[in-house]
């Protein structure tokens, strides 16, 4: 049986859409080099405003290194990254990725390093703003609802449940507004990595996953510490279904205390763990290199954005995420300062 290029389109479109929602800039090529899709973060960053089917020499005197690093891409079967790039007509340093994509086609992954001559101007598609606003609309009848079940039942599972919905369609709101703000700051406070656990944990209770036994392993010595508990929820929330979505049946998060350690190649002297412990399949060998970048993914059918949100929000609050893995015990560890982030 052949294959539905419809089908195929709508793939497509998904995918693009998902890679909208990052604000990590990120550029797909196809196999002869020519732009098939950016997200605004790229056209931010780079300045390439008009990409549609343009080719990779557009980008200037860079684009001759990212042509050669994806010859060496496509040679080595894996990604490439490339450090410190000064992109012309941009107020940027940036670091870049190429990585492989579709067909030997390639993903090209840009991050700002440093600002030379930083404008701040907040540039964001039509498209996005109206999906933002599209989602928004229906949350504000969902958690309605979900208020008016909780007021009403006087069964307390019932009332749990509602309550869950209520915190899904805020967290649901606040990730809206991110899209429509992109590149904007955590929203720091004051909170407790077992709360966040804890939530985390109730929801995937609450997606009726009855083979998944869940394990805490909690060190209850832990200070609290400054995060944004719906981002941080966020990256726990990857990881575990990642892990659900690997064969695992069972999991444990585990917290623990780290002294003087370096973060981003900085001294910490109290960092805070959360780790996700799987019984899973483990992380094949030839993905392992490239895991965090974007359309990345062990599962024929998976979109490859989970980890690197989760990267993104490690980074967002001056942490790391790690991993190591063997069949059968895999293991992400999400390490924070007991500091808060700079800025």
């Given amino acids: 049986m052949g294959t539905d290029p419809h089908a195929g389109l709508l793939a497509r479109k998904r995918t693009f859409a998902l890679l909208d929602q990052l604000v990590t800039g990120v550029g797909l090529l196809d196999a002869g080099l020519c732009f098939v899709h950016v997200n605004s973060a790229f056209i931010e960053i780079t300045r390439l405003a008009r990409w549609h089917n343009c080719p ?4 200037g005197p860079v684009s001759q290194v990212l042509a050669t690093s994806i010859q060496r891409m496509r040679e080595l079967g894996s990604g490439v990254t490339l450090r410190d790039l000064v992109l ?8 870049m990725a190429v990585s ?57 599972q019932q009332k749990h449940l ?51 036994r869940i394990v805490r392993d909690y060190d209850p010595s832990l200070p609290s510490l400054r995060g944004d508990a719906d981002r941080l929820l966020q990256l726990l ?5 990642n892990a659900i979505q690997a064969g695992a049946q069972h999991l444990t998060v585990r917290t623990r205390a780290q002294h003087n350690i370096l973060l981003a190649g900085e001294p910490v002297r ?30 024929h059918d998976g979109c490859g954005i989970g980890l690197a949100v989760a990267r993104e929000i490690a ?23 007991l500091e808060s982030p700079r800025g």
């Fill in 56 to 59: 990779l020499s557009r980008m």
């Fill in 88 to 95: 012309p007509g941009c107020a940027y340093r940036v670091d």
């Fill in 100 to 156: 492989p994509w579709d067909d030997d086609g390639a993903l090209i992954e840009v991050h700002q390093r440093s600002a030379l001559d930083l404008e701040s101007s907040s540039k964001i598609s039509q498209t996005l703003r109206g999906l933002a606003h599209e989602v928004k609309n229906p949350l504000a009848g969902l958690r309605g609802a979900a208020q008016l079940l909780e007021r009403r039942s006087g069964d307390l």
């Fill in 162 to 212: 509602a309550r869950l919905i209520i915190g899904e369609a805020d967290r649901l709101a606040a990730l809206t507004d991110r899209l429509l703000h992109p590149g904007g700051k955590p929203h720091l406070s004051v909170i407790n990595l077992h709360e966040v656990a804890e939530r985390a944990c109730a929801l995937l209770d609450a997606e009726a996953e009855p083979n998944v």
């Fill in 237 to 241: 929330l990857n990881l575990m279904r």
């Fill in 270 to 299: 109290l960092g805070l763990s959360i780790d996700i412990v799987d019984d899973g399949n483990g992380i094949a060998e030839e993905l392992r290199d490239s895991l965090f970048l974007p359309l990345v993914s062990g599962r």
């Fill in 315 to 337: 980074q967002e609050h001056a942490g790391q995420l790690s991993f190591r893995s063997v069949p059968g015990d895999t293991v992400f560890s999400l390490t924070l300062p």
